[in-house]
């Protein structure tokens, strides 16, 4: 498991800065997301299934990200560039060995959604919007474990 101070300090504000969409928000729904989908860092690869990362984000989801999204987006794709090395789309296999490239990725498919993010205290709002668009109904997550996954993940040892 990775330290959650150290992802939060060394990777994803980093990552959301060089993005210009840093927010204690937007910090905290990928925490909770990392806790969630792989322990923490723990899985870089889905079990029995093809997610990769600490996120845990499906190929299909990363291609469609590129190839629909970010093509209406030239901003954001000069920004990936500069900041990320990714003129071009990228083998997902990078979110896997890239934690900096997988937090963008991660950020950019909750910046699809025209949903105001909840507030960074609000661990049912978290909860809520983690399900509905990064998890989904069809999703195996259920609210009390992954709640005691995000706690669990940023108490200190």
Not at 50 to 61: C, D, F, H
Not at 86 to 96: C, G, I, L, Q
Not at 97 to 122: C, E, G, N
């Amino acid at each position: 498991m990775i330290d959650n101070t150290q992802l939060r300090e060394c990777i994803i504000k980093p990552a959301l800065s060089a993005m210009q969409l840093y927010s204690d928000a937007a910090v905290e729904l990928l925490i909770f997301t990392c806790a969630v989908e792989s322990k923490g860092g723990t899985y870089l690869h889905q079990i029995k299934g093809p997610a990769l990362g600490i996120y845990q984000m499906e190929p299909r989801t990363y291609n469609d990200i590129w190839q629909n999204y970010l093509r209406s987006q030239p901003t954001m794709l000069h920004i990936l560039g500069a900041n990320f090395d990714a003129y071009r789309m990228p083998s997902e296999d990078r979110m896997v060995y890239d934690l900096l490239f997988a937090t963008a990725m991660a950020r950019l498919h909750y910046l699809r959604i025209r949903k105001d993010l909840p507030d960074a205290k609000d661990i049912d709002g978290i909860w809520n919007y983690y399900k509905e668009f990064y998890n989904t109904h069809e999703g195996k997550s259920k609210k009390e474990r992954s709640i005691k996954a995000y706690e669990e993940f940023i108490t200190p040892r």
